[in-house]
């Protein structure tokens, strides 16, 4: 099977810009979490969606929002970026009933 | 919510040696501990996991240890090599429900010949 997909894999934005970012899960995956990984705060959980349905909601301000179509396909918006958005977006697939996550290449946002 | 602290940060092993790298949890109900290995530019890859029901897991290499009453779990490298080389994340499951991971803050590991 094909593996996690993100894109696009890399994005220069500028800061009050909003930006979309893109995961398509491993086929058959309904689950699909969102980390932001930088160096000083590490791997940070955003949220996640299972069946279009938001499952679990992290510590991030309300700029920070997703969706998940029908198709299991899952998106996430930052809007009024800051410099401090910038970051490794990484998204994770996982089965409905199991616990792996499974990750994709990531996204990564420079915020100039 | 779930705090999971990660030690040593950095850890440099002649190849061959052993190296173990140490976790600790806060919330008492997480259930499912995952280790992730990410090499520079790549993805994070599961390595090895272990569910609150069982005390030791191995695979080839890599073994992961489980205290659930010192909350605490351990991964364990034996004969390292060059290859081994990376970013180690140990992370626990929130519970609740659904898939949420709260991770360490990540070990250099350094294999060096």
């Known amino acids: 099977k094909a593996g996690v997909t993100q894109t696009p894999r890399y994005l220069i934005k500028t800061r009050g810009q909003q930006v979309t970012l893109s995961c398509s899960p491993i086929?058959?995956?309904?689950?699909v979490s969102w980390y932001q990984q930088t160096p000083g705060q590490g791997l940070q959980f955003l949220f996640e969606y299972f069946s279009e349905t938001q499952r679990n909601k992290g510590n991030f301000p309300g700029r920070f929002s997703g969706r998940q179509f029908s198709n299991s396909r899952s998106e996430m918006n930052v809007s009024t970026l800051e410099l401090g958005d910038s970051a490794l977006y990484l998204c994770?697939?996982?089965?409905?009933?199991?616990?792996?996550?499974?990750f994709g290449p990531g996204t990564r946002l420079l915020v100039l | 919510g779930e705090n999971v602290e990660q030690h040593p940060s950095t850890l440099s092993v002649q190849e061959g040696d052993s190296a173990v790298i140490k976790c600790t949890y806060s919330d008492s109900a997480s259930n499912y501990f995952p280790w992730y290995k990410q090499e520079l530019g790549k993805r994070p890859q599961l390595i090895i996991d272990i569910r609150s029901n069982v005390g030791e897991k191995k695979d080839q290499r890599i073994a992961v240890t489980l205290n659930k009453t010192a909350k605490h779990f351990s991964l364990h490298i034996t004969e390292t090599q060059p290859e081994d080389s990376a970013v180690y994340f140990c992370?626990?499951?929130?519970?609740?429900?659904?898939?949420?991971?709260?991770f360490g803050t990540g070990t250099q590991l350094k294999v060096e010949l």
């Open positions: 086929s058959g995956h309904r689950s």
């Open positions: 992370a626990a499951s929130s519970p609740g429900g659904g898939n949420k991971l709260t």
């Open positions: 994770a697939s996982t089965l409905a009933g199991q616990e792996t996550q499974y």
